[in-house]
Each structure stands twice: as C-alpha cells, then as structure tokens.
C-alpha cells in the first residue's frame, strides 16, 4: 500500500484566492482525520469523517474552511478565501477504527503559504 | 479538558544516553495514549502506545511508563542515537471517540 496520498505537496497561494488540498487514504481505511500544524498551536484536529461522513467539524476555525468526503478513497479540504494566517502544514491521516488499536497513519502533508 | 501537556519543548542527548519526554493530562476518560515520531517535511509515525490499565510497555529501546494516579506518560528512549534526531509527539484518545488530541511536541536532538 503506498500509504496516504497527499496533493499537492507544496502551495503557494495569494491572499483571497481558493485553495483546495486533496487525500487519498489507505484503502480500507474508515476514518479519515485532517489536521494543521504550526510552530505556535502545534497538531490541531480541524475535522475527521468515519465512514464517509463528517463526525465531529468543531476545529473548523470558520466559515472559510470545508471539508468533503464523497467517497471512502478521496477527501478535500478547502480553504475560500484563504488568508496569510492560513499558512501552516495540513495533513491528512486514517485508520481502520473499531479494532484493537487506534493507530493513525499520516500523510506527508501540504505545506500551504498564503501571501 | 482535552489538553495533553508535553515537556520539554527541546531536548539535546549524547549518542548512548537516554532520552525522556513527559506528558500529562486531566481529562480522565481517556483510553489509549499513543507516541508519535516526526522527520522534518514527512507526517507524524505511530511509535508505541499504551492503555491505562499497564504500568509500562517496551519495544525495543522505545519505553512508555504510564502513572494512572498521577495522570503522566513518559516515553524513554534508551541508548539514543542519532538517527533519533526527530520532534515528538505524545497524543491521548478520549474514550468513545476516535480522535486523538497532541501535545505540543518535543524536538530531539541527538549529537555524537
């Protein structure tokens, strides 16, 4: 399994415009999780899905900020418009929930810039 | 509360020595305290974890210690190496749910 699939790596965007960052988990995975990182707040939950659907949104930091999931293999996270305190590195993670542990495996992130 | 507080912010160990990272937390119904390890531009990586109802689990030089009474988790890394050079990150799952909340994590550096 080639893991859980970031895209794209790296954006850089202007203040105002959309950005649209995009995962694909490991496949028989049913919860998908999506966090930001920064120096000063560290690892923050935005938002997670099991199943497909969304379970618990309160880290959505605005109205700015929506996530979707129209199926078990893709997930988005979108941020219009973005703003330059949106800079930060956002991952995406899954896991199988329900079993013995609740291991989340993580993407390799989207370092996202906002000028 | 959800907080999982982590110290030290920074830790800097000599090759061979044993590295310890604590974390503390208040909200009592949490039911499974992992650690994770991260390289600078890749995501975080499962490393160990515990449930509350063992005192300590080792895998290999990685160790947790748990204290229930006392509400803290250690992780120790024994006979640290380089290749240990990494920021982590103690996390807690509230039971119920299956998300994990982090603590603000703890960059090693281990130096020859």
């Known amino acids: 399994d080639a893991g859980v699939i970031q895209s794209p790596r790296h954006e850089v965007t202007e203040m105002g415009q959309e950005v649209t960052l995009r995962c694909k988990p490991i496949s028989g995975h049913n919860s998908l999780f999506w966090y930001r990182q920064t120096m000063m707040r560290g690892l923050e939950l935005l938002i997670y899905?099991?199943?497909?659907?969304?379970?618990?949104d309160s880290g959505m930091p605005e109205d700015r900020f929506s996530a979707k999931m129209p199926n078990a293999s893709f997930s988005t996270l979108k941020i219009q418009p973005s703003e330059p305190r949106d800079s930060a590195v956002y991952f995406c993670a899954s896991s199988l929930t329900g079993g013995v542990g609740y291991g989340y495996t993580f993407g390799s992130g989207t370092r996202l810039t906002v000028v | 509360q959800q907080q999982v507080k982590q110290s030290p912010q920074s830790l800097i160990v000599q090759k061979g020595g044993i590295s310890i990272i604590n974390c503390a937390y208040e909200n009592t119904a949490f039911d499974y305290f992992p650690w994770y390890q991260q390289f600078p531009g890749k995501g975080p990586a499962l490393l160990i974890a515990i449930r509350p109802d063992v005192s300590e689990k080792k895998e290999g030089r990685f160790t947790i210690s748990f204290n229930k009474s006392a509400k803290q988790f250690s992780l120790h890394i024994m006979d640290s190496q380089p290749g240990d050079s990494a920021t982590y990150f103690c996390?807690?799952?509230?039971?119920?749910?299956?998300?994990?909340?982090f603590g603000k994590g703890t960059k090693l550096s281990v130096i020859p």
């Open positions: 899905f099991n199943n497909n659907v969304p379970i618990d």
């Open positions: 996390a807690a799952k509230n039971a119920g749910s299956y998300q994990l909340t």
